[in-house]
């Protein structure tokens, strides 16, 4: 299953990455001031990500 992982990076800021089944990271997100804002943006991604068209950029 794949999973979000919080953590403080070393600048003090957390962080999520998604890592896929495999245990591959394939997402890293900015850096959030607290733990709380962290996870505020798992939620946003979790519930905007579904509808999220793909734009390849040139």
């Known amino acids: 299953m794949s999973k979000f992982e919080v953590y403080l990076d ?5 962080r999520f990455r998604l890592r896929a089944r495999n245990g591959q990271i394939i997402a ?6 607290s733990e709380e804002g962290c996870i505020k943006g798992i939620q946003s991604v979790k519930e905007n990500a579904p509808n999220a068209r793909i734009i390849v950029l040139e």
């Open 28 to 33: 890293v997100s900015q850096g959030y001031k």
């Open 10 to 14: 070393e600048g003090g800021k957390y």
